[in-house]
T-cell receptor, first 111, second 114 residues
């Protein structure tokens, strides 16, 4: 988990509310990723960014948005359009040698 | 389409015995394969990867994996299991289309019994 921080550890969302999950890395990695983890489904890609000011949709981008204004930061917003947001959210960054490194995760719960 | 399969939801093994966690893949082009481990309520930790070279890859904590191109498999192995190895293990493959997307298996829960 070293080098990548995610906050908060737990996040509660009310109906109709947008919430933002933070991901920061000090590894000087260009690429960053957001995944959603649900029991029995493994990790599914939400968004990824290869470089600052650029990002692409993953397999389940609907109801989510991201920005990449700084190399070290890749925040994820879970919008009110995401009807089933309860999950464990993982951020990762990638070095040039292919390996992704993951943060400790944020667990999002709906009130 | 690229895919990864982990056919076993759970693997039980006695402490001290060898363990194997299975992974098969389907990818166009040369495969880039990875194993990660996850402890409860934690992020994923990198164990090892195969990019090119020797088919037997050695990684962290005594784990190794064997790349088998003809069987499209990349099974994770350890000669002697520890109780502390009990965790959730994920196999992953990098998308071969040059997009740098990674596809993960559904995970295998390893339980090492004392």
């Amino acid at each position: 988990d070293g080098g990548i921080t995610q906050s908060p550890k737990y996040l509660f969302r009310k109906e109709g509310q947008n919430v933002t999950l933070s991901c920061e890395q000090n590894l000087n990695h260009d690429a960053m990723y957001w995944y959603r983890q649900d029991p029995g489904q493994g990790l599914r890609l939400i968004y990824y960014s290869q470089i600052v000011n650029d990002f692409q949709k993953g397999d389940i981008a609907e109801g989510y948005s991201v920005s990449r204004e700084k190399k070290e930061s890749f925040p994820l917003t879970v919008t009110s359009a995401q009807k089933n947001p309860t999950a464990f959210y993982l951020c990762a960054s990638r070095q040039a040698g292919e390996t992704q490194y993951f943060g400790p995760g944020t667990r999002l719960l709906v009130l | 389409a690229q895919s990864v399969a982990q056919p076993e939801d759970q693997v039980n093994v006695a402490e001290g015995n060898p363990l194997t966690v299975k992974c098969t893949y389907s990818v166009s082009g040369n495969p880039y394969l990875f194993w990660y481990v996850q402890y409860p309520n934690r992020g994923l930790q990198f164990l090892l990867k195969y990019i090119t070279g020797d088919n037997l890859v050695k990684g962290s904590y005594g784990f190794e994996a064997e790349f088998n191109k003809s069987q499209t498999s990349f099974h994770l192995k350890k000669p002697s299991a520890l109780v502390s190895d009990s965790a959730l293990y994920f196999c992953a493959v990098r998308d071969g289309a040059g997009t740098y997307k990674y596809i993960f298996g559904t995970g295998t829960r390893l339980k090492v019994l004392a």
